[in-house]
């Protein structure tokens, strides 16, 4: 099956994409383009998926660089490929300004989000979940791709296929983290069953974005845990009882 890339006008003119589950090698619950090398899926067939997102791409396979995502609001700068045979850097951001490298994020609900700003020629990919997003993983991305010659008002950010708020339940303690933070922040809740309450993560991550300054800052409009035959998601998959699910792709490359 081929692969369906989902792409954003905003990202113009740099390769890149949203990848779906569609037109990968793995079977079973992960059926699909599954890229996690962390999920227990077979090493091969994630290893045949990421090459043929790297063919996509139009890179080596050793040019598709991703990270050891630990949910922190930590950037990594990427000048050279990373050998196949060294562990990933921790992180959940990159920026680079190296022709050639193309930077991907895994997610199954958590926001992957690409930057771009061509005429520099820096671009960047977050994962920012709840908590990286409140840590400043997206604002931390914009600063780095400033410390390679971007500027910070001519760089598109999108936001890739996530949870979106009528799929995102969360407790009250949870809701409570935010209010420490910031009491305006209330706003990206609403009321939810059982006294619990539903997350826009999204638009709290186009809000961040917004204030950080940036040209433009918008989301594909995908939610990964309606879709199920399109996309990968954590939540849905716990919702279900299974023992592990998939993960989704997101690269942008020079």
Not at 112 to 117: E, T
């Amino acid at each position: 099956m081929t692969l369906e890339i989902l792409t954003s006008d905003a990202l113009s003119p740099l390769r890149h994409g949203f990848f779906t589950r569609r037109g990968g090698a793995s079977s079973g619950i992960f059926a699909g383009l599954n890229c996690g090398p962390g999920s227990s899926d077979q090493r091969e067939s994630v290893k045949m998926n990421r090459t043929r997102v790297a063919g996509a791409m139009q890179v080596a396979p050793e040019a598709l660089v991703s990270l050891h995502q630990t949910h922190s609001a930590d950037v990594v700068q990427i000048s050279v490929p990373l050998p196949a045979s060294s562990p990933p850097p921790k992180g959940d951001a990159m920026v680079t300004a190296t022709p050639g490298l193309a930077l991907a994020i895994l997610t199954a609900d958590c926001q992957p989000v690409l930057f771009a700003d061509p005429q520099a020629g820096v671009i960047g990919a977050a994962h920012a979940g709840w908590r990286g997003a409140l840590g400043g993983i997206l604002e931390n991305t914009v600063e780095a791709m400033e410390g390679l010659g971007a500027t910070r008002a001519r760089i598109r950010a999108v936001i890739g296929p996530s949870i979106s708020q009528r799929a995102y339940e969360v407790t009250e303690e949870f809701l409570e983290d935010f209010m420490a933070e910031d009491p305006d922040y209330l706003r990206f809740f609403a009321n939810g069953a059982n006294g619990r309450y539903q997350f826009d993560l999204i638009g709290f991550g186009l809000m961040r974005l917004r204030a950080a300054g940036v040209a433009e800052a918008i989301w594909t409009g995908h939610c990964t845990y309606s879709q199920p035959d399109m996309f990968y998601s954590y939540r849905r998959a716990t919702h279900e009882g299974q023992a592990d699910y998939g993960r989704l792709i997101s690269v942008i490359r020079l």
